[in-house]
């Protein structure tokens, strides 16, 4: 049987309890056969593939193209993943710069039509980055499977620090962790805000999420809130949030369940 993470627990106490253990466990996890094989035939036909069609094409490759980007769920929406690579990332019209989602924009500029036409695509620098962002990415799968918010969290800590690298706006980078689900869900759920908040103007809710940073962290900077005690302090209390969250749910629903049925139906029969 293939290894799957370990998970003690739920909450914040079972990310401490998984932080303890992460290297260990991600060797483990990085091993498995199934994944080798997927980065072994990745390594080995990407060289062969000349285009964005070919990619498609390709389910093995398409898997860990896709699985790099968190974007696994497609792997049978072949029609749309190829009319995102083939637009890329530089037009303004361009599909994947016309979806909320900035994940389908990070694919595009690592697979669209140019990246083919230039040989990037087998550049091994480029591959080696891809396999990598693929296993981590399985790996967060995996231990979502058992907590959801623990997926959330080992996305947050890997997915800043790329940001902030990759962009040289502070609001270009928030713009970046608005557009990206994953990364939203965190926040949101760290500011308290509701559901319907992204449903506001944009440039609005940019200067929500700052403000709200600003006084819940002492800065705004994405580059500083990626990194070190400040991204730990922000997954922890994210994860304090949610469980608080989940427990006002259930106090809820219990309460819903016990005036239901203190409520007497009547006796509709002679």
Known sequence: ???????????????????????????????????????DRFQERIAGLTSPEALVADRTALKVALGAYDLGQDIDSRFFIRRILEGGSTDASALANRLQDSRYKELARGFGQDRFDLGLTRN??????????????????????????????????????????????????????????????????????????????LDKQLEVFKTKAESGFGTDRIAELATGDTSEQIVRRFLLRSQVNAGAALDSRQVALTLMSQIQVPDLLP
Request: proline content about 5%; hydrophobic content about 50%.
């Open 1 to 39: 049987m293939s290894f799957q993470p370990l998970i003690l627990g739920t909450g914040l106490s079972a990310w401490i309890g998984l932080q303890t253990g992460l290297e260990r466990q991600w060797g483990l996890f990085a091993a498995r056969p199934d994944l080798a094989r997927d980065a």
């Open 124 to 201: 091994a620098a480029f591959v080696a980055r891809t396999i990598d962002k693929y296993t981590q990415v399985a790996f967060e799968q995996a231990v979502g499977e058992q907590d959801a918010d623990l997926r959330l969290s080992l996305g947050f800590k890997r997915l800043m620090p790329e940001i902030a690298a990759s962009t040289a706006s502070n609001d270009a980078a928030w713009f970046k962790v608005m557009a990206n689900p994953p990364l939203r869900k965190v926040w949101e759920t760290v500011f308290g805000l509701p559901q319907q908040f992204g449903q506001i103007d």
